[in-house]
Nanobody
Framework: QVQLVESGGGLVQAGGSLRLSCAAS????????MGWFRQAPGKEREFVAA????????YYADSVKGRFTISRDNAKSTVYLQMNSLNPEDTAIYYC???????????WGQGTQVTVSS
């Protein structure tokens, strides 16, 4: 089992920035592809970003490209999501997830709320 705990969410004005963190415990963190997803009220959960085992490859949803950056520190068993130029459409609960492929995630955190005011 892998336990994931997100932090760093909050309320920010449009144009502002937030950095989310997701700390993992349990099995070896570096064995898992890590991803960030989000779910806005009344909408389905959507993919935001993912990062390969060593961090050399990253993947982003078109809606966040150029604004969000995913990174990981395997020594700290932590994955990050730096979010810049936030807009109200980014308001959602953000979840981190771990898995063996970018399309298959077995472990999920409890989520952290991000609210962007206009």
């Amino acid at each position: 089992q892998v336990q994931l705990v997100e932090s760093g969410g909050g309320l920010v004005q449009a144009g502002g920035s937030l950095r989310l963190s997701c700390a993992a415990s349990g099995r070896t963190f570096s064995n898992y592809i890590m991803g960030w997803f989000r779910q806005a009220p009344g909408k389905e959960r959507e993919f935001v970003a993912a990062i390969s085992l060593g961090g050399g490859r990253t993947y982003y949803a078109d809606s966040v490209k150029g604004r969000f950056t995913i990174s990981r520190d395997n020594a700290k068993s932590t994955v990050y999501l730096q979010m810049n130029s936030l807009n109200p459409e980014d308001t959602a609960i953000y979840y981190c997830a771990g898995g063996v492929a970018t399309t298959s995630y077995d472990y999920w955190g409890q989520g952290t709320q991000v609210t962007v005011s206009s």
